[in-house]
T-cell receptor, first 114, second 112 residues
Framework: KAGVTQTPRYLIKTRGQQVTLSCSPI?????VSWYQQTPGQGLQFLFE???????NKGNFPGRFSGRQFSNSRSEMNVSTLELGDSALYLC?????????????FGPGTRLTVL | QQQVKQSPQSLIVQKGGISIINCAYE??????FPWYQQFPGKGPALLIA?????SEKKEGRFTISFNKSAKQFSLHIMDSQPGDSATYFC???????????FGTGTSLTVIP
């Protein structure tokens, strides 16, 4: 069974640009969550999508947005990039949106903002 | 505000020793507490998880100890091996929401 895949794996952008990251969940998983990982901050929750609807949202500015398609694939967009957006962005999928379902993480997209 | 506080930030243990990582939380609505292991270049992977109806859960060399009254839980790695060298994250989730709250991580190094 294929795991969670994220593309691209590495990305370099400059301040002010925008970026779109992609996540393909495990087949059959309908919930996709996005996290930002930075040294010292751990994993910060961005948002969760389930059946194309945003279910939860973390404390990030509106520059961070996402969407989910009918095949459960998800994209995350960051507009007007700032230096502080440099981080590893992780996507995780679950079978459903209910509690206690194990999350499976992808390898992440390493975003560097210059 | 950090919902889950994790310590220590880094840990160095001799091979064969016991590694202990601690986490504390405030929100009594949390009722699922997983630990994740992350190797460089990889995403976190679920290691072991516990619910507050038990005080301890063991899987091989990994044990979670849970103290509901103190709102603390810890990961014990017995007979630590160099292959255990990784970053470990604790997390918490409540039954009324789906969001996971993560600790800031512990970098474990097991020296031969």
């Amino acid at each position: 069974k294929a795991g969670v895949t994220q593309t691209p794996r590495y990305l370099i952008k400059t301040r002010g640009q925008q970026v779109t990251l992609s996540c393909s969940p495990i087949s059959g998983h309908r919930s996709v969550s996005w996290y930002q990982q930075t040294p010292g901050q751990g994993l910060q929750f961005l948002f969760e999508y389930f059946s194309e609807t945003q279910r939860n949202k973390g404390n990030f500015p509106g520059r961070f947005s996402g969407r989910q398609f009918s095949n459960s694939r998800s994209e995350m967009n960051v507009s007007t990039l700032e230096l502080g957006d440099s981080a590893l962005y992780l996507c995780a999928s679950r079978r459903t949106g209910s509690s206690y379902n194990e999350q499976f993480f992808g390898p992440g997209t390493r975003l560097t903002v210059l | 505000q950090q919902q889950v506080k994790q310590s220590p930030q880094s840990l160095i243990v001799q091979k064969g020793g016991i590694s202990i990582i601690n986490c504390a939380y405030e929100n009594t609505a949390f009722d699922y507490f997983p630990w994740y292991q992350q190797f460089p270049g990889k995403g976190p992977a679920l290691l072991i998880a516990i619910r507050p109806d038990v005080s301890e859960k063991k899987e091989g060399r990994f044990t979670i100890s849970f103290n509901k009254s103190a709102k603390q839980f810890s990961l014990h790695i017995m007979d630590s091996q160099p292959g255990d060298s990784a970053t470990y994250f604790c997390a918490a989730q409540g039954s009324t929401g789906n969001q996971f709250y993560f600790g800031t991580g512990t970098s474990l190094t097991v020296i031969p």
